[in-house]
């Protein structure tokens, strides 16, 4: 292929790789009069080998002995370098280094908030207890929950947890298919277990629903095969990218440490801030109908340094996570876009080059999408505190219900868009909006969903989770029942850690296999926004996704193509 259809278009706006609000209706994909203006069409093109009446794009096959990407053909190749006046490709020229910096207000109000929140965790921790964290040279029978043993145990969650995700990384690359079908089957099984020992434990309800689950999601099976050879497909390529690029793992494992200090940080300040505010607390004493006194405490600073530290919580490890995101976007993007260029990519580091980025340019609009979420879950997080605090009214109850039921949906709906959204901040350097309008453009005039629904991918992650969780679990457990803390004498401590080394590792799972996430997400993008990218760097998926969905790939016009 000599067009430019394995190349995203201009961004005349300071982008990085261009703008997709050239392809088709440029009102599909935002105003080209008023943010993204198309690129002029070279005449060139206008005796492509398109045909508007065959409605699709067709892949050329790849050359014998090469199953994965290969250049154009050396007269098509010739042809281009006539057509253009020089032996680069069109997409290094549109390679934008110095994009515009992306809704930096957000950034800057993160950073302020940031700092304030660190003024407060160091005047909270410093009001823990003196006897914490000293070391008295053994592990057994600790005293003070906030100690070293307590801290080599969460060491030691972490370090597991690690481990376990990248060999759960390796057998996905290694047997991508195989891995789809145990998933599947290991989800069936799940439920079906649980709601036999809810059965067995009594609890009729839940043990009902969950059996019930079981069994129609067992019988989904006959529908959902199908879906397997595609959704191999996209993980083995997914994975190979990975492998090209093995810097997305390093960046992975590197934001996982971030993120789990920063819970810890975050997780001492909120103890400590227990004994610091107490001094702001102020009581009255009052006499109640039958005339006896009785004393009621309030200390509304408290409160609002709570809510302060939840929100902080939220956003700032949203930012994290969502860095991360773009930071592989970014990686998957230069792949699809670039690969193939005989000049090579348009910098030496890629990953590098795309966690720069993430951090300068697109940081304002990483921190506006983040805030998005991390309000609603504040939100949420004082919904339930609320009904922890008032199970006697039952009407109260009831709307708290609904209300954090409510809040739930639009939180997911918002974080698939921000999802998908973070691939177009990061392919093209857009403004949070933006990007967030072109996503629903994507989604709804591609019919992206679809392929979204039907991959299998989700599921093959979810299991790892929850494996990952399961083995932390028991090492936590292991852990504290063989040093037998002081502190635990009673067991009432053993519940609680195992809970929190269930959460933690699943967590850290998610974020460290955030590259197959990503770029299973970019993938898609890249697949709506230029599907001759696609067709020229991973044929065999262009040709599973045309003949499974060929409603995604055809009639998309290209920038080459414009006009015709």
């Known amino acids: 292929m000599h067009n ?69 053909p050396q007269q098509e190749h010739q042809q281009f370098q006539s057509s253009m006046g020089n032996a680069e490709y069109k997409a290094a020229k549109q390679y934008n280094p110095t994009p515009k910096f992306r809704d930096l207000w957000a950034a800057i109000l993160f950073l302020v908030h940031f700092a304030l929140f660190v003024v407060m965790a160091a005047l909270f921790v410093r009001s823990l207890p003196s006897s914490a964290f000293q070391h008295s040279g053994q592990l057994r029978y600790t005293k003070s929950f906030y100690s070293w043993p307590t801290m080599i145990m969460w060491l030691c969650v972490l370090l597991v947890s690690i481990v376990f995700s990248l ?12 891995m789809l079908v145990i998933s599947f089957w290991f989800a069936v099984v799940s439920m079906i277990g649980t709601g036999i020992y809810y059965l067995a434990a009594k609890i009729w309800f839940a043990g009902g629903i969950m059996l ?31 492998r090209r690029f093995p810097s997305t793992i390093v960046v992975s494992v590197a934001f996982l440490i971030i993120q789990a200090v920063f819970s810890a940080f975050w997780s001492l300040a909120l103890a400590g801030s227990f004994k610091y505010m107490e001094k702001y607390q102020s009581c009255s004493t009052h006499t109640d109908r039958n005339g006896r006194q009785y004393q009621s405490c309030s200390n509304a600073l408290q409160i609002l340094s709570w809510v302060y530290m939840v929100l902080s919580y939220y956003w700032t490890s949203s930012v994290i996570l969502n860095v991360l995101h773009t930071t592989i976007c970014g990686t998957f993007g230069t792949y699809f876009f670039f690969e193939g260029n005989p000049n090579g990519y348009p910098t030496k580091h890629v990953t590098l080059s795309s966690l720069k980025r ?9 921190c506006f999408g983040s805030l998005v979420v991390a309000i609603i879950q504040t939100i949420r997080a004082l919904a339930h505190s609320m009904r922890a605090q008032q199970q006697d009214n039952c009407a109260l109850q009831m709307i708290l219900c609904c209300v954090d039921c409510i809040l739930g949906c639009i939180q997911g709906i918002v974080e698939f868009f921000n999802k998908y959204a973070y691939v177009e901040v990061a392919l093209y350097g857009k403004p949070f909006i933006q ?38 679990a028991l ?8 040093t037998k803390p002081e502190y635990n004498v009673n067991g009432s401590y053993t519940a609680p850690i195992i809970i929190a080394a269930f959460v933690i590792a699943m967590s850290m799972f998610m974020v460290l296999l955030k590259c197959i996430d990503s770029g299973t997400a970019t993938t898609f993008v890249c697949l709506a926004e230029d599907p001759e990218a696609m067709a020229y760097n991973n044929p065999e998926l262009f040709a599973q996704v045309q003949q499974t969905y060929p409603q995604v790939v055809r009639g998309v016009r290209t920038p080459g193509f414009a006009g015709v």
């Not at 759960?168 to 690359?173: A, K, P, T, V």
């Not at 993430?358 to 990483?366: D, K, L, P, Q, Y």
């Open 4 to 72: 430019n259809g394995g190349y995203p278009p201009q961004d005349t706006g300071g982008g990085y790789y261009g703008n997709p609000g050239s392809y088709g209706n440029t009102g599909s994909y935002g105003n080209a009069n008023n943010y993204y203006q198309p690129p002029q069409e070279p005449q060139h093109y206008e005796q492509n080998q398109y045909n508007p009446s065959q409605n699709a794009y067709q892949a050329a096959p790849p050359p014998p002995g090469d199953q994965h990407h290969y250049p154009p």
């Open 167 to 178: 060999v759960y990384l390796g057998l996905m690359q290694m047997f991508a298919g195989q």
């Open 212 to 242: 019930i689950f079981g069994i129609f999601y067992a019988l989904m099976w006959f529908s959902w095969r199908h879906r397997i050879p595609f959704s191999k497909v996209v993980l083995e390529a997914v994975c190979r990218i990975t």
């Open 358 to 366: 993430a951090m300068t340019n697109s940081f304002g609009s990483i």
């Open 435 to 472: 990007a967030a309008k072109d996503t629903w453009s994507i989604i709804e005039d591609r019919g992206v969903n679809m392929i979204i629904n039907d991959c299998l991918i989700g599921n093959v992650l979810q299991m790892g989770a929850f494996l990952c969780a399961a083995v932390v």
């Open 475 to 482: 090492v936590a457990w292991l852990y504290i029942t063989i």
